[in-house]
């Protein structure tokens, strides 16, 4: 890869290939522009090069792959195959799913939480990742409530983080821990008014303090309750940041517990990734981009690695076109390197009747970019 001095990048400016922060993490792909901002936070971070197989050129210029055309025809989702494990992690999804919405109407209407009660549903959890990770991440991705919004973020947000505290490698009891504070770090929001959450308006201030107070509600809440101290400070601190800017406290660096600093990459990156009335949903590509962009400013580096290396750059559940024109879906990363994951071709089978995979690289076959919504017709909706 050619080396780019960050200072000389002008700003605004676009590469012809993905920039890299260090030849594994992509920092820009070809259509976003390298801005001042990002350039700011490489040197602040200390980060005085790039690299790029591309060129550094003023505008955007798209570059198709020669068998593009191929994308205009949508994927049929049933042809992917691994019919029964999908279906096996989606019934648990939905499972999951149910189980939160109770747990929070309990809470709003009775005032109750069982912890034990929490803590092995989080456990039956802990042991579908460890079993089914790569289908539980293909089915949380493709189901969107945007009726039930903090059900949906609770769940979603703690799959992410028991795959996270995983690849960590955190013993059993602290990953149940962990999961209890994801699926409960936003309790505090339903002593808040709904529209403050879900509305697009701008906020007033007296709206906006209040919504800043969730974290301290979810605290009090779990106190009272008697849960253990380590998952209330977790929900207290979930949106502390690196730089110290965070709320509620302001909190530095090594001041933030483990598990608040899993939870805060784990309910960005499922924010970034869903839909929500006031916005579209971005992919998962990109929306690891925007974390990898903030890494040292508001996660801490670790965790982001550790999320890249269990999701790979190209999420798992991300449909993607392929250099040679294929289409399929990411199923898998590898392990060595999170920018070639492992792809399921659609409509490709083996000899003996599986479905084809391959494994993506750098001088064979590779990823050319996700594929756009309309690009793909879901037969599971």
């Given at each position: ?5 960050v200072?000389d ?6 590469f012809?290939?993905?920039?890299f ?17 990002i350039a ?12 790029s197989d591309?060129?550094?050129q ?8 020669e068998?593009?055309e ?6 049929d989702e ?6 029964e494990?999908?279906q096996?992690a ?5 499972h ?9 109407t ?15 549903t ?8 460890r079993?089914?990770?790569?289908f539980l ?10 009726e039930?919004?903090l059900a949906?973020?609770?769940?979603k ?7 996270i505290g995983s ?6 009891h602290?990953?149940?821990e962990l999961?209890?504070?994801?699926m409960?770090?936003?309790?505090g ?11 697009g308006?701008s906020l007033?201030?007296q ?15 779990l106190?009272?309750?008697n ?15 690196e730089?110290?800017?965070?709320y509620?406290?302001?909190?530095p ?10 939870i805060?990459v ?6 970034l990734?869903?839909p929500r ?9 990109t929306?690891?981009?925007d974390?990898?962009?903030n890494?040292?400013?508001?996660y801490d ?15 798992i ?6 250099s040679n024109?294929t289409?399929?879906q990411v ?7 999170p920018?070639?994951?492992i792809?399921?071709?659609f409509g ?10 391959t494994?993506?690289?750098e001088?064979?076959i ?10 793909i ?5």
């Open positions: 890869m050619n080396k780019f001095i200072k990048i002008p700003g605004g400016s676009y012809t290939k993905p920039v922060l260090d030849g594994r993490f992509i920092l820009t792909a070809p259509e976003m522009p390298f801005t001042k901002e700011r936070a490489l040197l602040e971070w200390e980060f005085k090069e790039v690299l591309g060129e550094n003023v505008e955007y210029t798209a570059h198709p792959s068998n593009e191929e994308a205009e025809k949508p994927i049933g042809a992917s195959g691994d019919s494990q999908v096996k989606m019934d648990f999804y939905l999951l799913h149910q189980y939160v919405e109770n747990l929070f309990r809470y709003a209407t009775k005032n109750e939480i069982n912890f034990k009660d929490v803590a092995d989080v456990k039956e959890l802990v042991d579908v990742v079993q089914d990770r790569r991440l293909r089915v949380q991705g493709k189901i969107q409530n945007e039930n919004y949906t973020h609770s769940v947000s703690t799959i992410i983080a028991v795959v690849y960590l490698k955190l013993p059993n602290r990953l149940i999961g209890v504070a994801a409960l770090h936003e309790i929001m339903i002593k808040l008014p709904p529209q403050l959450y879900m509305g308006g007033s201030p709206q906006r303090k209040a919504i800043l107070t969730h974290p301290i509600l979810s605290y009090n809440i106190r009272n309750l849960f253990p101290l380590t998952i209330c400070v977790a929900c207290l601190e979930h949106h502390e940041r730089n110290g800017q965070g509620p406290q302001q909190l660096s090594e001041k933030i517990s483990l598990y608040a600093k899993i805060s784990a309910c960005s990156y499922e924010a990734t869903a009335p006031y916005k579209d949903a971005k992919d998962g590509y929306g690891m981009i974390l990898l962009k890494v040292g400013k508001q580096d670790t965790i982001v690695r550790a999320l890249v290396y269990s999701l790979s750059i190209y999420p559940g991300l449909y993607v076109l392929l024109g289409k399929g199923v898998d990363v590898n392990p060595e390197n920018r070639f994951p792809v399921q071709i490709e089978k083996t000899p003996d009747g599986k479905n084809r995979t494994e993506t690289s001088g064979g590779r990823i050319v970019r996700p594929l756009v919504r309309d690009e017709a879901s037969q599971t909706e």
